[in-house]
């Protein structure tokens, strides 16, 4: 099993590549391709299939990755007045 640190160095962000946008292992299959296809049903095992060249790591990099982005995430209460 992968440390948190192994995991994260699998998320590449390249500006030539995919527009800059968080990219597995520099590959052009993005976070966020495979976070809108399990938002939407389709499987790991299915994912696997579509995309040989993902390993079932590359899921859990895709996970630690958002983790990460939502533990820096700061939020802020605004008061709403009528």
């Known amino acids: 099993m992968l440390n948190m ?6 998320i590449t962000v390249d500006p030539k590549v995919m527009l800059g946008k968080p990219t597995i292992r520099g590959m052009r299959i993005t976070v966020e391709q495979i976070l809108r296809a399990l938002a939407g049903g389709i499987s790991e095992h299915e994912l696997l299939q579509e995309y040989p060249e993902l390993e079932k790591e590359d899921f859990q990099a895709v996970f630690a990755y958002v983790a990460h982005l939502v533990d820096e995430e700061q939020v802020f209460p605004i008061e709403m007045t009528a």
Do not use: A, D, Q, V
């Open 5 to 10: 640190e192994e995991l994260l160095s699998r």
